[in-house]
């Protein structure tokens, strides 16, 4: 069935150094993904998305890497800062027919020491 | 231009009572999403609306469980007969129109049945 998952469910960083955050799909038709963060008691941020005919996004300080082939989705923070300590989680949908229904996977808690 | 705006924030309820949670999706957004959240888990789909309209309620439990959007005033879901295992976060969301995937989250409501 469908399933999006993490490969590690916590992450511990050093303040500055460089953070990636992984997570695999199981679902080949989903064509749409997208990275949020949660903290504590909020609800989901909405950090960066990509489609399935890129490979690569950038945003700020963010940087997503799809590989279709092996069904893999991460997250790269660059100078992670203590603020970015959160709760990420992937989500796959299908931009023509899940009409906004995410799927979600179980989250990476990240943990930035400063 | 406020948020998505879900309240009550916190809601206790005992076992067999029913609770009703309401959101407000931003100014403008006409489709609604609604999720739950257990503990140390990602979001779980429920249902999605429109006004007046349920698109998509696959992931709502098929009894005690319901949702309406309706034509004037906020999203509800209302669950009758409470039972422990309803404990959970439940976070709306909403987008401007079908099709576009990037939905804005509220700060959902946490329910706990005693």
């Known amino acids: 069935g469908e399933s999006v998952g993490l490969h590690l469910p916590t992450l511990s960083v050093q303040e500055g150094d460089n953070s990636i955050i992984n997570c695999a799909y199981s679902n080949s038709a989903s064509d749409y993904f997208i990275w949020y963060k949660q903290e504590s008691g909020k609800g989901p941020q909405f950090i960066i998305d990509i489609r399935s005919n890129m490979d690569k996004r950038q945003g700020q300080r963010v940087t997503v890497l799809l590989n279709k082939t092996v069904k893999h989705l991460s997250l790269q923070i660059a100078a992670t800062q203590p603020g970015d300590s959160a709760v990420y989680f992937c989500a796959e949908n299908m931009v023509h027919t899940n009409a906004g229904k995410s799927t979600f996977g179980d989250g990476t808690t990240l943990t930035v020491k400063p | 231009n406020a948020g998505v705006m879900q309240n009550p924030r916190h809601l206790v309820r005992r076992r067999g009572q029913e609770a009703r949670l309401r959101c407000s999706p931003m100014k403008g957004h006409s489709h609604v999403y609604w999720y739950r959240q257990l503990p140390e888990e990602g979001l779980k789909f429920m249902v999605y609306?429109?006004?007046?309209?349920?698109?998509?309620e696959s992931g709502m439990p098929k009894e005690r469980f319901s949702a309406e959007f309706p034509k004037e005033g906020p999203s509800i879901l209302r669950i009758q007969q409470v039972v422990r295992g309803d404990s959970a976060a439940y976070f709306c969301a909403s987008s401007p129109r079908q099709g576009v995937n990037e939905q804005f989250f509220g700060p959902g409501t946490r329910l706990t049945v005693l």
């Open positions: 609306l429109q006004k007046e309209n349920i698109i998509d």
